[in-house]
């Protein structure tokens, strides 16, 4: 490095000189001028170069002394590691000397040890075995005791359970002759409601009492929603279907309950399939001749707000179902024919439930109509009433600021020619007046939006304001 440097000096040099050489023998006051100049130029630079260069110097020094610094701390830790190698050698080799005199001194004592010990041991063994076998035995007995105090509730368990079993057994058999004399006893109460629904009577009160119980079970109420018995003029006539639903809107249901059963009935009874057909198809005639006996009546044009159709309820779901396996048409008929809608107990409490949620729609959405109204009246009422705030803290602020004139007033004139009443002796002895102290604080301005862009209505009227004394 230091040979590179001594070549960028003499480089420099002789630039210098060239430069130098060339600018004599330019001549000429210029020429000389801009010679001058050039080597003033070159002179700082070789003065920069010459600082650079002692830079250069000084950090190669610097580099030197710290590269010496490293290569004594390297010897010195290869020392250190050579010693520890060593030491780590002399230390396995005597742990290698240690292991063979141990294993020899083992050998030696094993070998006396199974010389000397042999018999000892085998008559250890057999009175070790002796009393193993005896303990063993000891043991076993034990667990045969424990077996048996834990099988003997087991046992008396099963016992009591066979005991139970036969006591059940007696108890079934007992309770067989019953069901067997209630089955008899049901089948003659179904022998009589039969004989009893073959009276036009007591199904039409059959009828009219599974629709009631219809009715009730959707969770309409009566003479609310809905009415019955109620009689209707037809202009020739008058009917009275059996309940009349309201439904909102100011719609009006007509439902009529129709019990034909004595067709069903003989059906169910006949022993000849044909008799049987034959029966079933009286049944569905009736069921159709119901219908066109009440579509008929056209309660749609007698009743007001009632829709173009009417419901016939038909109490159970097996007159329907024998009728329409007979003659699968005969719900269709009934509707387009007649438009009369036949109903069994599951379809018209879908229906009527129905019309039960719209009426609580209704009466929610009347609810929320007038919730709606009251909150628009409080509302306007909390305008009002902001408004009546506001003109209290205007009133409170002018009610402050006369205040505050008049302790101005009191101060400023009334005091002072009160006061010289006390220089001239006139009350001598009497307290002193004392000064009536102001009031800074200032009613707090309503802040919110609305009650600021309210129109406030009529407020306090203003206090008159007093002159100075």
Do not use: C
Not at 58 to 67: G, L, Q
Not at 253 to 278: M, N
Not at 406 to 412: K, R
Not at 437 to 454: K, M
């Amino acid at each position: 490095m230091e040979i590179v440097l001594v070549i960028v000096v003499a480089i420099l040099v002789v630039a210098l000189a060239v430069v130098v050489l060339r600018g004599r023998q330019s001549g000429g006051t210029a020429g000389a001028d801009d010679q001058r100049t050039r080597a003033a130029q070159l002179e700082v630079q070789l003065a920069e170069r010459d600082q650079q260069l002692s830079e250069a110097l000084s950090e190669r020094d610097t580099a030197r002394a710290e590269r010496d610094e490293l290569r004594d701390e390297r010897e010195a830790a290869l020392r250190k590691l050579a010693a520890v190698e060593a030491e780590h050698e002399a230390r396995t080799e005597e742990l290698a000397k240690a292991r063979e005199e141990l294993e020899t001194q083992f050998k030696g004592i094993a070998a006396d040890v199974s010389k000397a010990n042999s018999e000892a041991f085998l008559k250890q063994a057999k009175e070790q075995f002796e009393n193993q076998k005896k303990l063993s035995e000891a043991d076993l007995k034990q667990r045969q005791q424990a077996i048996d105090e834990l099988v003997k509730p087991v046992k008396e368990n099963l016992a009591k359970f066979e005991k139970q079993v036969t006591e059940m057994e007696k108890d079934r058999k007992g309770a067989y002759d019953v069901l067997r004399t209630q089955v008899g006893q049901l089948r003659d109460t179904a022998q009589g409601l039969s004989e009893a629904l073959r009276s036009p009577q007591m199904r039409g009160q059959w009828g009219e009492q599974q629709l009631r119980n219809i009715l009730e079970l959707s969770g309409l109420s009566e003479r609310i929603d809905f009415v019955e018995q109620d009689t209707i003029d037809l202009g020739e006539s008058r009917g009275r279907p059996d309940a009349v639903v309201h439904i909102p809107g100011g719609l009006e249901v007509v439902i009529d309950a129709k019990t034909p059963l004595s067709s069903y009935l003989d059906a169910h009874h006949a022993d000849d399939e044909q008799r049987q057909g034959e029966l079933l198809n009286s049944h569905a005639n009736s069921l159709l001749g119901h219908a066109k006996t009440l579509g008929d009546r056209d309660y749609a044009s007698a009743v007001d707000g009632s829709p173009d159709f009417v419901v016939m309820f038909v109490p159970a779901e097996p007159i329907l179902d024998a009728a329409m396996d007979v003659k699968p048409t005969l719900w269709e008929d009934a509707w387009q024919k007649h438009r009369v809608l036949i109903a069994t107990p599951g379809l018209l409490l879908a229906f009527l439930r129905t019309v039960a949620v719209a009426w609580q729609q209704q009466d929610l959405q009347e609810n929320a109509q007038k919730i709606a109204n009251g909150a628009a009246d409080l509302y306007d009422s909390l305008r009002i009433y902001a408004g009546h705030v506001d003109g209290v803290g205007k009133g409170l602020n002018r009610a402050v600021d006369a205040y505050n004139r008049s302790i101005g007033s009191l101060e400023g004139r009334v005091l002072p020619r009160a006061r010289k009443f006390e220089d001239w002796g006139v009350v001598a002895g009497s307290k002193q007046i004392e000064s009536a102290a102001s009031v800074e604080a200032i009613a707090r301005p309503v802040a919110a939006p609305e009650l600021v862009e309210a129109e406030a209505e009529p407020t306090m009227p203003e206090l008159s304001e007093g002159e100075d004394d």
